[in-house]
């Protein structure tokens, strides 16, 4: 890793000097123990500071929307991109929320991001793998999955073979513990809309408070649903949520579902695949009924 | 005589303006029974059915929702049901992962012409979340109330 970060500052300082790029979005040491934090870098000088490392947890693809949208010149915004940043990116491409002629990205290679707890981040257990996506470069190579690799729907299996009953216990344990803080809104690439449901303007201060109890109540199924078929199992919601709450079996549900009724996808692996819920097939299944057209039965 | 304290399930029904709706008038004129509780909401097309209103249904009290259209392939705006299709699936298997049964929630899709089909859809279904009962799971996913 030291390596790797070496090999980035001399990239990113390259590209500084030269003026290709008007600024660097990459990581610098947080406030915490173990904790890396974004930061944009648009010196050479500044560069002494960046950090990167096996506690370098945030993605930056997010803060393209806003920074390639910056004049400067026209000039581009340097990224860098850990393998399952590049989904996201590849996602923020075919939704143009990106302009891809704005952003130089850089793939950096990546062994697996470890909590403060010295634990594998749940997400990397669940690791897609390390191929890069839509890069301009790649530093590093692609790395290697070294520990046992966790099947990502085991989960979503497990509370699938409960009763409905338990099925909605766990559920509202978990979600009750959940405080509004909207972290998991505002960390998500995919959750950029410029106008979200949950804005509430008219509430002053707090303009992602809960307007109503219908709001406060289905945040959860309203979240996961607006980003079904675009969720690109990054895992970042999960790892954020200060409640701990396994917001990714929410959407690894629906990644399963679109996976096993309208055929694999992977969001943000390319840029022309329609996204399932914006396409469709005259043959889908009915809802509810397994294989209505070979005379299945419902399954209820 | 009926027996008037048997349980009577609440139905919210979205019927697309040009089958289904029309299915249910001529159900209606044709004197088929359903169920008084089947509340049908007119949509100009099953896809204007915003997977809120599903929500917000439930939790007003809904036990059952169904959304009615066109056959596939017969949309008045030639793709909407299929697109509907795909998100009701989507949602409705969702509602049964978080606990709300798979019963309570249905797609059907009924033609102007099919009267008879309405109603018989309308009395299956109901019979179905009758035999569900009360659904307030969707308006406590929070902890707002206890479940009963
Ligand atoms: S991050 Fe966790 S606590 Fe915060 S809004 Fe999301 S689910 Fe709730
Ligand atoms: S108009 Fe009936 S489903 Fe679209």
Redesign the interface.
Known sequence: MQNVRELMIKKAGEMLSSGEVYGVLAWERGDFACDQTPALFTSPESLSRLAYDEFTAPMLSKYLINEAKKPNEGKKVMVFLKPCDTYNFGHLLSEHKVERDRVYAVGVACSGIFSREKTLLEKCLACKGMEFHHCDEVIGGEGKITWDKLDRFAG?EM??SMT?????????GE??R?IRCNACRNVCPVCSCVKCVFDNPGSGVMSKSNAD??E???F???R??HV??RCTDCGECSRVCPRNIPLHL?NR??IK??NA??GPYQAGASLDDAS???S???N?????YKDKAKGGER?? | MPVESAFQPKIAAFCCNWCSYAGADLAGSSRLSYPADVKIIRVPCSCRVNPLFILRAFQRGADGVIICGCHPGDCHYTSGNYFARRRAALLFSMLDYLGVESGRTRVEWVSAAEGQKFAATMNDFAKTVASLGKCRRIGDLRCRTSES
């Open positions: 979503v509370i699938e409905p009953s338990e099925r909605f216990e766990f559920w509202r979600l009750s959940c109890e219908f406060e109540n289905m959860h199924i309203i996961a649903f079904a078929g929410l549900k629906f579902d679109v009724l309208f399932p819920l914006t469709y097939s005259v889908d299944p009915e809802p509810g399954v209820a």
